[in-house]
């Protein structure tokens, strides 16, 4: 049985917040500290690294998660000059923060990718960290950036026509390196490094490709007992949040580095669900960010705890009634699509809304399964937490009036909740999946789109002009064929709407006057089945409107999307405050663009 601690700790002009895993016995004088990697890559990794602190701490080891400066739950944003040195230096604080909380003497940093990187860095710099654990670091800046550019080129491919970014720098999969950072991480050089001494280094490659030589040697040259190991689990680890998978090997093997053993018996039975069995937090912490007042908020369920992070506007603000819900994007936790729920919480709770960003049962800090799958996002039951949260908060403030707003599956909840609650007056779903659930929905929108495929002329004219061969062009007719016969059966008997239950919906909206705005981006399916069944808004509610994004994705990574997003749900929240009727200028065309 381990104790979570979550506390804000300051480091130099920030305020980073920290999730210490307390051990119900400490063995030994070491704890862990999980320095994270870099923007997507930490978002995905973030639920696997969580439950790998479960594992130290069930060894009886200690283990502080935290956010880096600018980034998470933390103070700061992107934009902030002298970023990566801020990063750095929070690694000496975050270890201080450790030995505080737990009383250990010795601090193994395990860092993750850049986070490898700025944790070798802080050694170098002289933090009081005893040993390293460095998985997947490049040797350079220059390579890191290599990395990132080649991945935000990638997801930059699924847009229709990329437009150019309106602040300089590197965005990667949404999350923005300014060109100063950029710079600054680029002239770094690893093996040029002084000072680090002769440390235990546990050099952890991704998954069976080889490590840097370079760094191996550097660390040698420097006095290091060096091993090097498969830090097998990399890449599943890295995956979509929704996909992404604890690396249970590793953390063994980083257990037996720490500790000298890995103690068997004393890992949970269900390595998925050893977040049942955790108590309820030691401490509750409270800061200030900017003005705003930011607390760590639990909510209790018949399953477990929630875990959110309240925003309330300062004493001197008055509150406008209104409570805002933002909820996760599917199985990224309470900070939102790249950060944008962070930054749109403190703006409110300045303006008098206050705000709670909930991790529901099996997502981010929260308790439950390691990862939901698509299934388990789409649970009614997770509607019932958000009610429980709203309860919750109902106690807490006193307010009756509440805003949800969710991306993915977190608009699926908002809207259900807006349907089962009259007390939402306003909500906000961005790129939603589906209104209803459905197994078979992903198998009929592929048919669809294979059909789709079949009509393109450019994959003909590829055949016919002979870039194809013969035996190949046979099969592709065979399963044209086949898919096609498939597709007419399932889309003639099977809508992908439901019309009475949507009907219903709309009229439930209508009698709970509910404002609300759907943000559908480029290649949305649900909304071209809306506009291809019928199942629009109705006209006659002027309350809610569609609004299309073209050339974005769905998790809204282009920076002039987000920025857009973020106008989109200020105009839905001020309409929500001021409680009035909507204006005809309100409305958007399902069909029009933005």
């Known amino acids: 049985m381990t104790t979570t601690i979550h506390r804000w700790f300051r480091s130099g002009d920030y305020l980073s917040l920290g999730h210490t895993e307390l051990p119900e016995e400490?063995?030994?004088?070491?704890?862990?500290?999980?320095?994270?990697?870099?923007?997507?890559?930490?978002?995905?990794?973030?639920?696997?690294?969580?439950?790998?602190?479960?594992?130290?701490?069930?060894?009886?080891?200690?283990?502080?998660?935290?956010?880096?400066?600018g980034t998470g739950d933390s103070s700061g944003g992107a934009l902030d000059n002298r970023l990566l040195k801020a990063w750095v230096e929070s690694i000496s604080t975050a270890a201080e923060e450790l030995r505080a909380n737990s009383g250990v003497k010795e601090i193994v940093a395990l860092g993750v990718q850049v986070g490898a990187m700025l944790a070798l860095m802080a050694a170098a710099d002289g933090a009081d960290i005893e040993d390293l654990v460095l998985w997947g670091p490049a040797a350079t800046g220059r390579n890191a950036i290599r990395e990132l550019r080649a991945f935000a080129k990638m997801r930059r491919a699924s847009q229709e026509e990329p437009l150019p970014q309106p602040i300089p720098g590197l965005e990667v999969a949404g999350f923005l390196l300014t060109s100063e950072t950029q710079q600054a991480l680029e002239a770094v050089n690893l093996t040029a490094l002084s000072g680090v001494g002769s440390r235990r280094a546990l050099l952890l490659t991704r998954d069976d490709l080889p490590p840097d030589t370079k760094l191996l040697n550097a660390l040698r040259s420097w006095g290091c007992a060096v091993e090097v190991k498969a830090g097998a689990g990399y890449a599943a680890m890295m995956a979509p949040p929704l996909d992404s998978a604890p690396p249970v090997a590793t953390g063994r093997l980083i257990t037996e580095f720490v500790a000298g053993e890995f103690r068997e018996e004393e890992r949970p039975a269900d390595f998925a669900k050893d977040s049942h069995s955790r108590p309820a937090a030691k401490t509750v912490s409270t800061t200030e960010i900017d003005g705003v007042v930011e607390s760590v908020y639990t909510v209790g369920a018949s399953a477990g705890r929630m875990f959110g992070v309240l925003s309330e506007p300062p004493a001197n603000v008055p509150q406008t009634g209104l409570c805002i819900l933002f909820l996760n994007a599917g199985a990224v936790r309470h900070i939102g699509p790249n950060r944008m729920w962070v930054e749109a919480a403190r703006r409110w709770a300045a303006r008098g809304v206050p705000s709670l960003r909930l991790d529901l049962l099996g997502i981010g800090e929260s308790d439950g399964e390691t990862h939901n799958d698509v299934a388990g996002l789409y649970e009614i039951g997770l509607v019932e937490q958000v009610?429980?949260?709203?309860?919750?908060?109902?106690?807490?403030?006193?307010?009756?009036?509440?805003?949800?707003?969710?991306?993915?599956?977190?608009?699926f909840y908002a809207f259900h909740a807006a349907i089962r609650n009259p007390?939402?007056?306003?909500?906000?779903?961005?790129?939603?999946?589906?209104?209803?659930?459905?197994?078979?929905?992903?198998?009929?929108?592929?048919?669809?789109?294979?059909?789709?495929?079949?009509?393109?002329?450019?994959?003909?004219?590829?055949?016919?002009?002979?870039r194809v061969r013969a035996a190949l062009l046979k099969r592709v007719a065979e399963i044209a064929l086949e898919r096609m016969l498939s597709l007419w059966t399932a889309a003639g008997k099977h809508p992908q709407i439901e019309p009475t239950a949507m009907g219903r919906a709309w009229s439930a909206l209508e009698r709970n006057q509910c404002q609300m705005t759907m943000i559908f981006g480029g290649g949305e399916p649900l909304l071209a089945e809306m506009e291809a069944e019928g199942q629009l808004p109705p006209k006659k509610n002027p309350r809610i409107r569609c609004v299309r994004i073209p050339n974005t994705d769905h998790l809204v990574c282009p920076l002039w999307a987000q920025k857009l997003v973020h106008d989109l749900v200020d105009d839905e929240i001020d309409a929500a405050v001021h409680d009035g009727e909507p204006s005809a200028e309100r409305r958007f065309s399902a069909s029009g663009k933005t």
């Open 26 to 69: 400490i063995r030994g004088d070491k704890g862990v500290l999980i320095v994270p990697p870099f923007g997507f890559e930490e978002v995905s990794a973030y639920r696997s690294l969580r439950h790998m602190a479960g594992m130290l701490a069930a060894n009886g080891i200690p283990v502080l998660r935290f956010d880096l400066p």
């Open 387 to 411: 009610e429980s949260a709203m309860e919750s908060l109902r106690a807490r403030l006193g307010h009756q009036r509440f805003a949800a707003i969710g991306l993915c599956s977190g608009a």
């Open 423 to 466: 007390e939402i007056r306003a909500a906000v779903l961005l790129n939603p999946r589906l209104f209803f659930w459905d197994p078979e929905v992903d198998r009929r929108r592929m048919l669809r789109s294979t059909a789709r495929g079949l009509t393109d002329w450019r994959h003909w004219r590829s055949l016919a002009q002979g």
